[in-house]
């Protein structure tokens, strides 16, 4: 493994010609509105949820509120958006306390409540009054959701049948991070306040790789204040995993690149992106790294918890093994005092949180 002790390295921010951002547009809310969770829907839409269960979609062309849905009082952890035929607005699978909601946004009540959910799935039992969802995602053939909770367990949806199971296997305390591995609808990740990163097959309900990150933590020689808690996750679409830890370090793990030359049909039998013989730690913050998300397998933007942003650009080393952090953008938040979520595309960087008054705010960044 390439740790930034010996291989790998990170260049000061610099210009780029490709990747300069500049503020499109800053989104304030109610005073009782903080922003917890953001996901795209189309391209022109943005899906938006606050701590007391409100939903908003924005138009991102005019930045006006198209459609709503009033809170219940629990917040909205996670948004899933799956496209609906015929419609521009997307549904939205929304995770609120115990139970996973689904919406439909495009019918003429512009205002619903939670009775209005096309569907309700107790997704954790009533009687653990102090666990509730973390986080969701949709595998890529659309027949799972995944779930991590307060207590360290994951969980799956069947999206046919609306059954939840509860995986075997789960992390010591919470799990506030799930992805699942493209091309592999039956494989995810899971990330957990344990410092362990979480390979599991749910059909098998068995754990195919894991990797504890906590004895990374000191062996660039820096002793940190903050556990490497797994406080962030991402997948890029050919298998690159990247996760932020709570002592400012971005892991990244290559061993499960699906390599672009590869034989159109062919997979690999094993994705193998835990191996710590192809992966990489390097300290970027004195802070929690929040959000890691890819815009492409070269392309990562980073937050810390108070809204150091930071844009990459990744170069690999081939067989050497080698990673170059070459960090090209940087922006430090200057309303936002705690950053909940971030979401990219390819051109643009949304941030969402809440202002030193608690009023939540987003801001949209766009590639110039």
Not at 187 to 212: F, P, R, W, Y
Not at 303 to 314: C, Q, R
């Amino acid at each position: 493994m390439s740790t930034d002790a010996d291989h790998d390295q990170t260049t000061p921010v610099a210009p780029h010609p490709e990747a300069s951002f500049t503020l499109l547009h800053s989104l304030t809310t109610p005073s009782t509105w903080q922003i917890t969770a953001l996901v795209f829907g189309h391209a022109g839409h943005l899906y938006a949820g606050s701590d007391n269960g409100d939903l908003r979609v924005y138009d991102l062309s005019s930045f006006k509120v198209l459609r709503a849905v009033k809170g219940n009082g629990n917040m909205v952890s996670s948004i899933v958006c799956v496209k609906r035929p015929g419609s521009e607005f997307r549904d939205a699978w929304i995770a609120s306390g115990k139970q996973v909601f689904r919406f439909r946004l495009d019918t003429p009540k512009l205002i619903q409540t939670y009775d209005d959910a096309l569907e309700s799935i107790d997704a954790i039992p009533a009687e653990e009054t102090e666990n509730e969802i973390q986080d969701l995602a949709l595998n890529w053939e659309k027949t799972h959701l995944a779930f991590g909770t307060n207590s360290g367990s994951v969980g799956i949806v069947d999206l046919n049948t609306k059954t939840v199971t509860n995986l075997k296997t789960k992390h010591d305390v919470m799990c506030g991070s799930v992805e699942w591995i493209p091309e592999k609808p039956r494989e995810l990740i899971s990330g957990g306040c344990d410092a362990t990163l979480m390979h599991t097959d749910v059909i098998k309900d068995e754990v195919l790789s894991k990797q504890n990150l906590a004895a990374l933590s000191t062996q660039d020689g820096q002793i940190s204040m903050s556990p490497p808690f797994i406080m962030s996750l991402s997948i890029a679409s050919n298998g690159i995993v990247a996760a932020g830890t709570a002592d400012g370090k971005l892991w990244l793990g290559f061993g499960g690149e699906k390599a672009p030359s590869a034989s159109k049909g062919k997979k690999k039998a094993k994705w193998g992106g835990l191996d710590l013989t192809h992966a990489s730690v390097v300290s970027i913050a004195e802070a929690p790294i929040v959000a890691v998300a890819f815009h492409s397998p070269t392309r990562l933007t980073v937050s810390t918890l108070k809204g150091a942003i930071t844009h990459f650009n990744l170069i690999y080393g081939g067989e050497s093994g080698n990673v170059i952090y070459q960090a090209i953008w940087h922006h430090q938040c200057e309303t936002m005092i705690k950053v909940n979520a971030v979401v990219v595309d390819e051109k643009r960087i949304v941030i969402g949180g809440f202002d030193e008054k608690g009023k939540g705010v987003i801001d949209i960044w766009k590639m110039s």
